[in-house]
T-cell receptor, first 111, second 115 residues
Framework: GQNIDQPTEMTATEGAIVQINCTYQ??????LFWYQQHAGEAPTFLSY????GLEEKGRFSSFLSRSKGYSYLLLKELQMKDSASYLC????????????FGTGTRLQVTL | DSGVTQTPKHLITATGQRVTLRCSPR?????VYWYQQSLDQGLQFLIQ???????AKGNILERFSAQQFPDLHSELNLSSLELGDSALYFC??????????????FGQGTRLTVV
């Protein structure tokens, strides 16, 4: 089976750093995706981690620990436009991939 | 623009009716996924097709069915609609069915309202 947990909501100040955590229990785990979704819009891809460690991409970084079933998304120099939901999704090995999503973390960036 | 096209964008229909949602994947993508997102809920996986064949099934109701055609576009059929079926329905496509290549690109969704 698969289970993904994320905090429901977070608030942070413009210019600050925020870390959004995700824990997962996924059989046949292959990797972990992070997506950003603004309200009423389609999710857009942010990152994909297969190996342990930190991957940095501009203001966004994503970390994975396979042994702990844990990932986080780090957002630096927060901007108002970063207010959105952040979804982590696990990817399974095999011929099928169904990208099981967590319910998402709604991030509110304030002045 | 992700390259994934969904039609219609909005749909309002009555309980008990049947509707068909359509998805055209990105050019070259073989895999299509359907997701349901109810208000303030996460994305619930419904079903995946790869090159015309069903590959994975999630919590898809028996009243719902889908198929992927030879030209790789996909349709999601929802029948005997209930009020609780009101949601955003997303289609996503990816190049392959698993692994790194399974980065999924999402369409803008179809907002279904059942009244």
């Amino acid at each position: 089976g698969q289970n993904i947990d994320q905090p429901t909501e977070m608030t942070a100040t413009e210019g600050a750093i925020v870390q959004i955590n995700c824990t997962y229990q996924t059989s046949g785990f292959n990797g972990l995706f992070w997506y950003q979704q603004h309200a009423g819009e389609a999710p857009t891809f942010l990152s994909y981690n297969v190996l342990d460690g930190l991957e940095e991409k501009g203001r966004f970084s994503s970390f994975l620990s396979r042994s702990k079933g844990y990932s986080y998304l780090l957002l630096k120099e927060l901007q108002m436009k970063d207010s959105a939901s952040y979804l982590c999704a696990s990817d399974q090995t095999g011929t099928a991939s169904k990208l099981t999503f967590g319910t998402g973390t709604r991030l509110q960036v304030t002045l | 623009d992700s390259g994934v096209t969904q039609t219609p964008k909005h749909l309002i229909t009555a309980t008990g009716q049947r509707v068909t949602l359509r998805c055209s994947p990105r050019s070259g993508d073989l895999s299509v996924y359907w997701y349901q997102q109810s208000l303030d809920q996460g994305l619930q996986f419904l079903i995946q097709y790869y090159n015309g064949e069903e590959r994975a099934k999630g919590n898809i109701l028996e009243r719902f069915s889908a198929q992927q055609f030879p030209d790789l576009h996909s349709e999601l059929n929802l029948s005997s609609l209930e009020l609780g079926d009101s949601a955003l329905y997303f289609c996503a496509s990816s190049l392959t069915g698993a692994g790194r290549g399974a980065e999924a690109f999402f369409g803008q969704g179809t907002r279904l309202t059942v009244v």
